[in-house]
């Protein structure tokens, strides 16, 4: 996809818009009367760079018939100008189809991975599906059936969103790209999204740049030779390792919690001391007691809190 096509998909942030922010697109709210079918998946989850995105598309049950004759499968196996084209029949029925997106930043993907505790990538998917359904459902949309590409164990994830959502039947099953339409259609959606947020780009900190900010070395170093954007491309991994700056690291398209990206920042990125004039003292005020008092620290005793027995 090209930067000026992948301007073109309403769900992307632009060539001119960096994505700093996780954020959620909805097409128009179809007006067929219901209950509707939605079908749920996603794109980039193993990707090195980029947003990891979520799609749903949803349409009346009584449809499922049109929907079949839409030509929607599995994106993997489609080329990037047939996912361009059905993103465009995904747009051409308002009355009967709709989707949406949600767009995980590199940034919020690696923060959450990285707090205590974390917050692994699985439980961000998830937050994100059920996300989606809760919006398409405050849209005023009866869903009747939800169909959900793999996530882990299907029969406790299957579980875990019925319970949310009780009164919906829940399909998760692998494959289920290639098993449904409806989530042929999400799949659609998803990929051709963070294919237009990675094809365009907008490095943030290229943004305010001045002949100081960036220098023309680094700036060459961040074109737009991703390849796949996967950790095991030869063309990704030349590209992550020509984009490390000592001092500051990966630019913001980089998710900095992979492995990939740890190992390089131990090779060759400058190691950092962190100096606290005052730690000695912190450390000692919440060093564990002895006695009745062991495993309690000073800390503790400041504040008048004493044991008084054990229970």
């Not at 059905?86 to 949600?102: A, E, Y």
């Not at 954007?229 to 630019?251: A, E, M, N, R």
């Not at 090779?267 to 005052?278: C, L, M, P, Q």
Request: one cysteine or more; proline letters at 6%; hydrophobic letters at 35%.
């Amino acid at each position: 996809m090209s930067r000026t096509s992948a301007s073109l998909v309403p769900s992307a942030p632009g060539p001119s818009c960096p994505l700093t922010n996780s954020y959620t697109y909805h097409s128009s709210t179809p007006t067929a009367l219901g209950p509707y079918i939605l079908g749920v998946d996603e794109a980039g989850r193993g990707p090195v760079l980029g947003p990891l995105v979520y799609g749903v598309a949803y349409c009346p049950a009584s449809w499922k018939a049109d929907l079949e004759q839409l030509g929607f499968a599995d994106s993997k196996t489609l080329t990037a100008e047939k996912r361009a084209q059905l993103l465009g029949v995904l747009n051409s029925d308002p009355q009967n189809l709709g989707w949406s997106v949600r767009v995980i930043s590199p940034q919020a993907i690696s923060a959450g991975m990285l707090r205590i505790p974390p917050t692994n990538l699985n439980k961000q998917s998830q937050d994100a599906t059920v996300l989606l359904i809760r919006d398409v459902l405050q849209r005023g949309l009866q869903l009747s059936e939800v169909y959900v590409d793999a996530l882990g164990n299907t029969t406790t994830y299957e579980a875990y969103l019925s319970s949310q959502f009780p009164g919906i039947s829940f399909t998760v099953t692998t494959k289920a790209d290639s098993k449904f339409k409806i989530v042929g259609a999400a799949s659609v959606a998803a990929k051709v999204t963070r294919d237009a947020c990675v094809d365009s780009w907008a490095f943030e900190e290229l943004i305010e740049e001045d002949d100081n900010a960036v220098s023309k070395a680094q700036k060459e170093n961040w074109n737009r030779e991703f390849g796949s954007g996967y950790p095991s491309d030869p063309k990704t991994q030349i590209w992550v390792k020509k984009s490390l700056d000592p001092t500051f690291g990966f630019p913001s398209i980089v998710r900095f919690s992979w492995t990939t990206v740890k190992v390089i920042l131990e090779k060759s990125a400058h190691s950092v001391r962190w100096i606290d004039e005052g730690q000695e003292s912190l450390v000692k005020a919440f060093e564990g007691g002895k006695g009745r008092e062991k495993d309690r620290c000073i800390v503790t005793k400041d504040l008048g809190i004493q044991s008084i027995g054990t229970l």
